[in-house]
DNA sequence: TTGGGAAGTCAACAGGCGTTGGCATACCGT
DNA sequence: ACGGTATGCCAACGCCTGTTGACTTCCCAA
């Protein structure tokens, strides 16, 4: 019947007014941001998203096309990765430690990336590209043979990316509980030695 | 369009006869396991799956009840950590990341079950009972003190499951071309420190 | 030889999905 | 005051999903 009340309880106009485009779009898209992290691509539905910004579900068509771009959008994501160069050797790895915890802890972009990168395939291109690339390229500067550099960046993501999973997707509860700091403590030296020791394979 | 040939490439009864009941639920387990795998628990569809299978979706349904029922049964997931407490200490890391090695390469059950616990909570709170409970015991009988056990567990998951996530689901490729021992050889240390350091955070 | 149960097929259902196009409404420059 | 345009809603489309129940076919035991 579709009658679902005529009058919607919070319907857009209940204050009053309408938003502007620039408004909708970024109500759009951050409801998208947070239904695409808690839900994963496929169960992220446009209504929901619709629903949650507060809007009509054609509307997220017409700002932005389609569901797998608007997704493309959403996940739009640069580690902004700070430079290394200046960092003493010593710190390199509580350095890039921290920093990933800092621009992790509030932002939900992340495990929207990896829940979405788990079953999406232009996802897992995508969590592919930013980490050879971006991370790949801030390894390559820091560390003393530049061939290795893409084999100590994958390690280094198979760690980063191994807690980033366990603490905010699967949500283990000794890696929710750990406090910032103690994980920081305890990771540090992992990366580093990623970073700075010899390669073993290389006998 | 439904009419993919009224005769499909290889019917059930092709080659003559029909199966026993045992082997049809195992070709339908086996199938699962592939698509869920490969798909995640969205995108595998009991349809494609009984495709796999050779048999009518319906059947999938007598045998297992619903899709949320097959996947429980197709994710039955057992590590079979050996026993840990005969080996020396400065073996540990070693010991455990190459079992963890030989037991997932050619195995498709592990990627099969982190693509679904990306997006599926079932998926989820089964990956979480299995890292706490048996990876939580067998890091309890080896480490000294056992109200660390959860804590030494989890940075151990969190490094080994994330070498499965880029490895496996991500794919990528630093992490995909490096040989098992050279990998095991990177990782045993990490392993080693999180099961034998002290706690940095107990000052 | 015949009956019964097991193994399998077929067609349909109710519901949710992404997506579309037409229609209403509010705003704003003139 | 007014018309155009930006903003938004509504209703529907075609498709695919998990799931169901009735029907057919085969095998084997009595």
Redesign the interface.
Known sequence: MTEDGGRRGAGPAAGGGRRSAEATRAAILRAARDRFAA?????ATIRAIAADARIDPSMVMRYYGSKENLFATAAEFDLRLPDLSGVPADRLGRELVSYFFTRWEGDATLPAL??T???NPSG?ER??AI??TQLGVAVGRVVADPTEA??R???V???????A???Y???????VD??P??LI??LA??IH??LTDPD??SH
């Open positions: 839900d994963g691509y496929d169960r990896l829940r990168a788990s079953t897992a969590v592919r980490f050879t893409p084999r960046a994958g390690l993501a198979s760690q980063l990316l191994g807690v999973l366990t603490r997707v699967l949500r283990l509860p000794p890696m750990i406090s700091a103690d403590t305890w030296p992992t030695r990623y073993p394979a």
